[in-house]
């Protein structure tokens, strides 16, 4: 019996094309004393073969149409607006809070020499080159689809449409040329937004990514927790490291949900945003996240408490995400 | 109008041109989706989506490719990536053994009495169209994406977090699988596997 289920993988792979020249061999050898093997591999390909003949379903009325619906409303971007309303120069009113974010970050990371307080200068001309960078970083959800293209039958990698290359070396460098992205988005703004308002509306709209059971936790808020970028994290170990940012805080549960399993397929996207007001809270954009970007809503009541505040946010992801990829945090408005 | 040309017309913006793509592709893709994910509704979600994509990608569409075979891709692609998901949410429902070495199909009562059974081609087809209908997900997935999607072994595996002997073992236990649907049902069968015992055998 077990060699007839071996036969049956043989004559399956076979089917395939991609026996070795021994297990053809072997194959061979079995059916000629096998007439039970010899029925079932005609069956076999009797089904192989019925599945290139396999007849189309119809697809369902309106189809099309409905296709050509939601092309117009992704081309009535709902991302790119964000840049062209008022609310983009407006950006200019959060960079009190971004450049207090950047200074505590410098403050708890007195590893980067560069960002001495006597270059200011140079720092400015630096995270203009940055943003460029990091504009072309946003654009990887184009260039992933844009790898597709070339395939020809036996297509390379089978989530290309939506996974794009990677590489964790190079993204460990734009951690840093994201976080002065950031700065020069939000403090150079009458210069760098023309530029970066240029950028996108010359592209049609980027396509979005998929999140799910995003939560938002507040935790104690130190003066060197950094939200000038989300990361994705992709093992309960990753996990566990990222959690300990937050000494004071009880988050055993999340390591609880998201074990070993989770991780197989899934990726977590984890970020921090500090606020001066416990009272203003957050909402991942819809459509906000992008390969290498995800835009956070705040949503600020009319009245704001003056407590300093800290929230972890976090939404589960798919694995299209690769561990330890940094994506830059787009507060709006 | 050719495919290329009403390609090259819509890389330029012509959405009408893009709409008669989307006509002339859509029962090829809407199959596609629906026999991955074997849910009509779900089908025609995923498989806009793909048209979506193409859309948002025609601009570096090069036409290495047709773009029905690009289009076919991109559905691959983004049934793929549902399964991924759905793969996930489901993962606590079935706990059950997915690999069912242990699970047998009940044998048809009178699988001799009717060597006339055998089918027309044709009748095979929607035999085969149905039977896929009845496999699990996990069987019908890696059958779909290896016979209709035409991925190695490797993509498979990759797409579904497989290992390749996995990968393997779980394409031969699918068509094995679809055999025995399509004889339970009785219309698929031949005259040349005639004895009943030796399917007892075989499991």
Not at chain 1, 274 to 301: N, W, Y
Request: aromatic share 6%.
């Amino acid at each position: 019996m077990e060699h007839c289920e071996r036969c049956t993988q043989l004559l399956s792979v076979r089917l395939d094309g991609e026996l070795t020249a021994r297990e053809a061999q072997e194959l061979e050898a079995h059916l000629a004393r096998c007439p039970e093997c010899r029925a079932l591999a005609e069956e076999l390909e009797a089904i192989h073969a019925a599945f290139l003949a396999l007849e189309d379903i119809s697809a369902p009325e309106g189809f099309a149409r409905g296709v050509m619906e939601r092309i117009e409303a992704e081309t009535t971007p709902k991302v790119i607006p964000l840049f062209r309303r008022p609310q983009f120069r407006a950006l200019a009113g959060l960079a009190a809070c971004a450049a207090l974010c950047l200074g505590l970050y410098r403050a708890g990371l007195p590893a980067l020499p560069d960002l001495a307080a006597g270059e200011q200068e140079s720092m400015t001309v630096a995270s203009y080159a940055a943003a460029e960078a990091a504009e072309e970083k946003v654009e990887a959800p184009q260039y992933s689809i844009a790898r597709d293209m070339d395939m020809d039958g036996a297509a390379d990698d089978c989530k290309g449409a939506v996974t794009p290359p990677y590489d964790p070396g190079e993204e460990k460098e734009n951690l840093a040329r994201n976080d002065f992205a950031l700065y020069a988005m939000t403090t150079a703004d009458g210069e760098a937004a023309p530029k970066e308002k240029a950028a996108l509306e010359e592209r049609a709209a980027p396509s979005h990514y998929a999140f799910s059971n995003d939560q938002y936790l507040r935790v104690s808020w130190r003066e060197e927790l950094d939200a000038s970028a989300a990361v994705i994290l992709g093992s309960p170990e990753e996990l566990a490291d990222y959690l300990a940012r937050f000494p004071g805080d009880d988050l055993s549960a999340l390591s609880e949900n998201y074990d070993e399993s989770f991780f197989e397929t899934g990726r977590l996207l984890a970020l921090v945003v500090t606020e001066p007001s416990g009272s203003i809270r957050h909402e991942l954009a819809f459509q906000g996240l992008l390969q290498d970007q995800v835009t956070v809503e705040r949503l600020v009541p009319e009245e704001v408490t003056d407590d300093m505040a800290a929230w972890l946010i976090l939404a589960e992801v798919d694995a299209t995400f690769s561990a330890g990829h940094t994506l830059k945090v787009v507060l709006e408005p | 109008m050719t495919e290329q040309e009403l390609v090259s017309r819509a890389k330029a913006g012509d959405q009408g041109a893009f709409e008669q793509l989307v006509l002339d592709n859509q029962n090829r893709v809407y199959s596609l989706a629906f026999r991955m994910v074997n849910d009509r509704e779900e089908a025609a979600d995923l498989a806009q989506e793909a048209f979506l994509k193409a859309w948002q990608g025609l601009p570096a569409f090069q036409g290495g490719s047709s773009f029905s075979t690009w289009i076919y891709r991109l559905t691959t692609n983004v049934c793929i990536d549902h399964i991924r998901k759905q793969k996930r949410r489901q993962e606590n429902l079935a706990t059950l053994s997915l690999d069912d070495e242990e699970r047998t199909w009940p044998e048809p009562a009178d699988w001799e009495q009717d060597p006339q059974r055998r089918l027309e081609r044709a009748e095979l087809n929607r035999a085969v169209a149905r039977g896929l209908e009845s496999l699990p997900d996990h069987h019908r997935q890696v059958l779909v994406m290896r016979e209709l999607s035409g991925l190695s072994y490797q993509e498979i595996g990759h797409a579904l977090g497989l290992d390749l002997g996995t990968v393997k073992s779980r394409i031969a236990r699918s068509r094995l699988a679809l055999r025995k649907i399509l004889e339970r049902e009785g219309n698929f069968s031949f005259p040349s596997s005639s004895n009943p015992a030796v399917e007892k055998k075989r499991r």
